[in-house]
């Protein structure tokens, strides 16, 4: 079992940023591939980045690119969501996941363990 706290998560104004941070206790998260999703009201939840065990690997929906960083630091069992240039549509609650390895990691049912989310709210 991985329990995950999601913080971090607040209101800004178009442009600004924010950072969440995700903790991980019970099981390593060494042992998983970690990953962040958005759920915004009325909407499905939708895949926004995901990282390998080791970090090396990242992979991020289009929207984001450019403008979001995932990052993990295993030792602190922490995972990073590192968010530049918000826009109002990135308000949402977001989760972060954690999985196995596998060829789906922007399907958020290849996550076993998930936290109760942090609400990110952008203004224009």
């Known amino acids: 079992q991985v329990q995950l706290v999601e913080s971090g998560g607040g209101s800004v104004q178009a442009g600004g940023s924010l950072r969440l941070s995700c903790a991980a206790s019970?099981?390593?998260?060494?042992?998983?591939?970690m990953g962040w999703f958005r759920q915004a009201p009325g909407k499905e939840r939708e895949f926004v980045a995901t990282?390998?065990?080791?970090?090396?690997?990242?992979r991020y929906t289009d929207s984001v690119k450019g403008r979001f960083t995932i990052s993990r630091d295993n030792a602190k069992e922490t995972v990073y969501l590192q968010m530049n240039n918000l826009k109002p549509e990135d308000t949402a609650v977001y989760y972060c996941?954690?999985?196995?390895?596998?060829?789906?990691?922007?399907?958020?049912?290849?996550?076993?363990?998930w936290g109760q989310g942090t609400q990110v709210t952008v203004s224009s």
């Open positions: 019970g099981r390593t998260i060494s042992n998983y591939v």
């Open positions: 990282i390998s065990r080791s970090g090396v690997t990242t």
């Open positions: 996941g954690a999985g196995q390895d596998g060829l789906r990691l922007w399907v958020s049912s290849s996550y076993d363990y």
